[in-house]
């Protein structure tokens, strides 16, 4: 079974490269005799996924031809919606470059990240005709990339034109591919192109020695892909916990953002129901457990975007959706009270006024507390020692104090 990949938007199959293929090596030295991953994904993955986002139409492989990871390799690039080619060699290669495309090298073990592909490159200059990336070689030579002279080191990665490809002919059979075209690019002085260094840091583009400096490099992109930002709900930073424990898992799988979106969404109806039924303290709990996992999709969506890097479309917003915990809120505590229309609306509907009456203002003091999920849970203890009703009011009476807190603390701003 093979993971469904994920797949960079439509725009971004027009990426800044113009390349029609990518090719990767497979025969190099695997590291402690294991598939090292990264996000479920090896290095050949990794680079597979960045070339699609990048616009390429093909794949071109070069070693351990019939083999299992050349056998997921084709899995993924087919599903990516790639045409995989089994190259026997540098010269089968020669063979095949179109001398009017472009080909984009990746060094073996390389495990890139689109977000780190520089955008700043002259489409004038060296992006349009070619590219050799480079990083300071001081700071990247020891951390596993190949000196190119004394100032740069190879970043592992470059766009060579076709015509130039034709060249690995003149080598013999068992040269090494991507070093050869290294050397090929570099002597027909196809430009450099510097990628920030600060890329090797944070594990969006490195070679890694072993098992501990992926389970770093992914540790490390989690944590900034999920800070919650300023003003964010107590469920968004549950959410932020609970993906930092589990995000490797799910953040490679595309199934994954509506496997947690249909869970936090089936709540809903679901705490409606219950509370229909006379179940008030099941069904407020239900809503307050589908807050958190609300957002935790909401961050699975943001960070499976960010794998696909900048220059990739983004996709849908779904963040309206939160409007469906207010109404569920609503409904749930209409169903939870006892008496005519007037009673059942009007304690609802004072708690989302209460919740939406605060300051736009992420700075505001307390606004962590502003979260729906809290105010279901409140709602929950609430409807389960007294009633809903009893709930609902304490839910909002603590808005209420939190919005009078935060407008005293903003007056003598406002008054400066």
Do not use: Y
Request: charged share 20%; aromatic share 6%; hydrophobic share 55%.
């Amino acid at each position: 079974m093979f993971a469904k990949p994920l797949k960079p938007p439509a725009a971004a199959q027009m990426g800044p490269t113009g390349a029609l293929a990518v090719l990767v090596t497979l025969d190099a030295p695997v590291p402690d005799k294991v598939d090292l991953r990264l996000f479920g994904r090896t290095a050949a993955e990794r680079q597979v996924e960045c070339a699609a986002a990048l616009g390429c139409r093909e794949v071109w492989v070069i070693g351990a031809l019939g083999s299992r990871r050349a056998v997921a390799l084709r899995h993924l690039a087919e599903g990516l919606g790639l045409r995989f080619r089994e190259l026997g060699g540098p010269h089968t290669l020669a063979e095949v470059a179109v001398p009017g495309e472009r080909l984009l090298v990746f060094e073996a073990g390389l495990m890139p990240d689109l977000s780190a592909w520089p955008r700043d490159a002259d489409p004038s200059g060296g992006m349009r005709h070619g590219a050799v990336l480079t990083f300071p070689a001081e700071v990247a030579v020891g951390a596993g990339f190949e000196r190119i002279d004394f100032a740069r080191a190879w970043a592992g990665a470059l766009l060579i034109p076709g015509a130039l490809v034709s060249r690995l002919r003149d080598l013999p059979e068992d040269a090494e591919a991507t070093s050869a075209l290294l050397r090929i690019a570099l002597q027909a002085g196809i430009p450099t192109c510097p990628v920030d260094p600060a890329r090797m840091q944070d594990g969006s583009w490195f070679v890694p020695a072993d098992a501990a400096a992926v389970r770093s490099a992914e540790q490390n992109w989690i944590w900034r892909q999920t800070i919650p930002p300023p003003g964010s709900s107590l469920s968004a930073h549950l959410a932020s916990l609970a993906i930092r424990r589990t995000g490797s898992r799910l953040i490679a799988r595309s199934e994954a953002f509506p496997a947690v979106l249909a869970s936090a969404l089936l709540l809903l109806p679901l705490g409606i129901w219950l509370c229909a039924d006379a179940l008030a303290a099941a069904g407020f709990g239900a809503l307050a457990l589908a807050a958190p996992l609300l957002e935790a999709a909401f961050m699975l969506r943001q960070s499976q975007d960010a794998r696909l890097g900048p220059l990739a479309s983004r996709g849908r917003e779904w963040r309206w959706l939160r409007g469906l915990l207010d109404s569920a809120l609503l409904f749930a505590g209409m169903l939870a009270i006892a008496g005519d229309p007037v009673e059942q609306i009007f304690a609802p509907l004072v708690l989302l006024a209460a919740f939406h009456g605060g300051l736009p203002d992420a700075r505001a003091p307390g606004q962590v507390l502003r979260d729906r999920g809290l105010a279901a849970l409140v709602v929950a203890i609430g409807a389960l020692l007294h009633s809903a009703q009893a709930g609902i009011m304490i839910a909002a009476l603590g808005f209420l104090a939190l919005n009078m807190l935060q407008l005293r603390k903003s007056s003598p701003a406002r008054e400066g």
